[in-house]
């Protein structure tokens, strides 16, 4: 397994703080998305939550069913001594890939730049994705537009409008990919904002 595939990978760097990914607040884009959403019962799984700012500011403002998931103990640590009023039922500390449950929501950042890039991989993601939610659900984010640099070996690994089409189409319909308008000045000229519809396969 490559390195950066292993959870301790991660917990060193939120240990040592080395985590340049790190916005230190909710995402602007993301927030003015949640905003967005009127029923606050929804069911919403954050993969490769890191910090959590995500699932702090849902659980802040209202959303009674939102899941922190990070494979990192370190990291889910972190996120739980910070927000202690946030369930502790609802912090998931395992592997995106192993999960099981059934969401209506599932919110991307910075977690699929943050695996090895291999088709495989980002092809496994994509169905893992479908696979978990439910039906009418949606894969909502962020995905750098800059390609991943040859020899490139340490995360973000990035990738093109072309092949993020092709790696969702077969699981999910009216796929929108917008340049984004408001990201965090960090982060300007640099992300799609994504909205995907899990598709209705029928047999
Ligand atoms: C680059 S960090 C981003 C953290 C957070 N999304 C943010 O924007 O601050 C990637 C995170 O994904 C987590 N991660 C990587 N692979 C994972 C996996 N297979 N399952 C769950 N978490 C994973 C790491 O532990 C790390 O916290």
Redesign the pocket.
Known sequence: MHFT?Q?EF?SRRYKENESP???GEVSPPLKEYFEGIEDQEMKILI?????GYEAAWLHQNGFSNVYY????QE?AEQFCKQNPSFPEKNVLVG???GEENSYDLIVE???FC??EPSEENRCRYAEKAYQLLRSGGKLVGLWWNFPIEKDQID?PYGGSLQEYISLFKPYFSSIRFFPCYNSHPSRQGKEYFAIMTKKQIHS
């Open positions: 595939l959870s991660w990914w790190d916005l993969p490769g939550a890191g910090a998931m990070d494979f990192s990291a592997d995106f890939f950042q910075t977690f943050a695996f995360p």
